[in-house]
């Protein structure tokens, strides 16, 4: 059990350009989830996938966020024409699945739109 | 909707104090979970509890699932500086696809 990954930990982008996050879940996880995180704040849902399905969405996701898990495994982020309200820790996390399962969360990605 | 409130927001104690927090909620949840979250890293889990009245440690930690099941406490004992961190508690919303609802979380400062 290696964990769930995240590339990059950073990025720093300037306003208008386009990011993608990548996340590896723990495998043979078959949920995986996005959040995202705001200084001072508790991580909130963006969107979760069973699968390679994506079966949830959130009112933050605005049409800018694309996501994906084409094979089930893993994951992609993408923001178009960033804006500084972006800036924000993007968590992503996993887990098996079943009643209860806690989520087991990455060390994230730490975006700054300048 | 459903919300998670945390209190205190932020806690300054000494090295060796016992440390009690807790997370109310206007709906019923039907687990709570506890996570800390170091500077630069993502929640790790700390204790999870799936039963109204559920009292559950972790070794210096120990965690209650309220018998309302609209609140649970975290009490942490003997503080240490390795305590330090940022702590959220957390239950599934009722979506039913096991997302977690967050609370504001409660940061933990020991001073040594």
């Known amino acids: 059990d290696t964990g769930v990954s995240q590339d990059p930990r950073h990025k720093i982008t300037k306003r208008g350009q386009n990011v993608t996050f990548r996340c590896d879940p723990i495998s043979e996880h078959n949920r995986l989830y996005w959040y995202r995180q705001t200084l001072g704040q508790g991580p909130e849902f963006l969107t979760y996938f069973q699968n390679e399905a994506q079966l949830e969405k959130s009112r933050l996701l605005s049409d800018r966020f694309s996501a994906e898990r084409p094979k089930g495994s893993f994951s992609t982020l993408e923001i178009q024409r960033t804006e500084q309200g972006d800036s924000a820790m993007y968590l992503c996390?996993?887990?098996?699945?079943?009643?209860?399962?806690?989520?087991?969360f990455g060390n994230g990605t730490r975006l700054t739109v300048t | 909707g459903q919300q998670l409130n945390q209190s205190p927001q932020s806690m300054f104690i000494q090295e060796g104090e016992d440390v009690s927090m807790n997370c109310t909620s206007s709906?019923?949840?039907?687990?709570w979970l506890w996570y800390k979250q170091d500077p630069g890293e993502g929640p790790v889990l700390l204790i999870a509890?799936?039963?109204?009245?559920e009292l559950t440690s972790n070794g210096r930690l120990t965690a209650q699932f309220g018998i309302t099941r609209k609140d649970s406490f975290l009490n942490i004992s003997a503080s240490i500086p390795s305590d330090v961190g940022i702590y959220f508690c957390a239950g599934p919303s009722a979506s039913n696809t096991g997302k977690l609802i967050f609370g504001q979380g409660t940061t933990l400062q020991v001073k040594p």
């Open positions: 509890l799936y039963k109204a009245g």
């Open positions: 996390a996993s887990s098996p699945g079943g009643f209860n399962s806690p989520l087991h």
């Open positions: 709906s019923i949840f039907n687990t």
